[in-house]
């Protein structure tokens, strides 16, 4: 089993920075392909970003690209999201997921990220 705990989420203004750090325990964690997805009030859980075991390859949905930013440290067992230039739309609880099949699928508990107009 994976146990993801994010950090880093809080209240910022338009057109900031924020980093959000994922930590994952459980002896096979840099065996699962990670990821970042987030939930607005009232919408559905969208994809961010993802990085392979390797860390060495990454891929970001649309909405992501050009502003947010995944890595991957094996070492620390730890994945980051860089988000730059935020906007009030991007307000959400922000997850981390590991993935290695449909019965190995872990979700952090969330991270708020609010962004102020």
């Known amino acids: 089993q994976v146990q993801l705990v994010e950090s880093g989420g809080g209240l910022v203004q338009a057109g900031d920075s924020l980093k959000l750090s994922c930590a994952a325990s459980g002896r096979t964690a840099s065996s699962y392909a990670m990821g970042w997805f987030r939930q607005a009030p009232g919408k559905e859980r969208e994809f961010l970003c993802a990085?392979?075991?390797?860390?060495?390859?990454?891929y970001c949905s649309d909405s992501a690209k050009g502003r947010f930013t995944i890595s991957r440290d094996n070492s620390k067992n730890t994945i980051d999201l860089q988000m730059d230039n935020l906007k009030p739309e991007d307000t959400a609880v922000y997850y981390c997921?590991?993935?290695?099949?449909?019965?190995?699928?872990?979700w952090g508990q969330g991270a708020q990220v609010t962004v102020s107009s």
């Open positions: 990085t392979i075991k390797s860390g060495l390859s990454t």
């Open positions: 997921n590991a993935y290695r099949n449909r019965n190995l699928n872990y």
